[in-house]
């Protein structure tokens, strides 16, 4: 069974830095995109950024030269570097994989990580 797990969040100040990590694990499978979104209180999920096997790279313009993703595909992982963080920053931030799994494309989601940042 595959299964996306994420750590790293926690309460920062503004201004501060917080490194999410998720790691898909299993077997059976390949990984294709992966990439992070987040979800604020009575807000809809909202894409944040993603990054494709080979490597490219797409981010929500208001987070441009703040977040940074990279991917370790020896390990299964993806990393969110984020700085200079600011109370709208404030989310649970959800994993997502693209996978080739038994035969077919299917996207899998880990169980979200909360972020904090404080004023």
């Known amino acids: 069974q595959v299964q996306l797990v994420e750590s790293g969040g926690g309460l920062v100040q503004s201004g501060g830095s917080l490194r999410l990590s998720c790691v898909a694990s299993?077997?059976?499978?390949?990984?294709?995109?992966m990439g992070w979104f987040r979800q604020a209180p009575g807000k809809q999920r909202e894409f944040v950024a993603r990054i494709t096997s080979g490597g490219s790279t797409n981010y929500v313009d208001s987070m441009k030269g703040r977040f940074t993703i990279s991917r370790d595909n020896a390990k299964n992982t993806v990393n969110l570097q984020m700085n200079s963080l600011k109370p709208e920053d404030t989310a649970a931030y959800y994993c997502?994989?693209?996978?080739?799994?038994?035969?077919?494309?299917?996207?899998?989601w880990g169980q979200g990580t909360q972020v904090t940042v404080s004023s």
């Open positions: 299993g077997s059976g499978f390949s990984i294709n995109d």
């Open positions: 997502h994989a693209n996978l080739w799994v038994l035969g077919a494309n299917r996207d899998y």
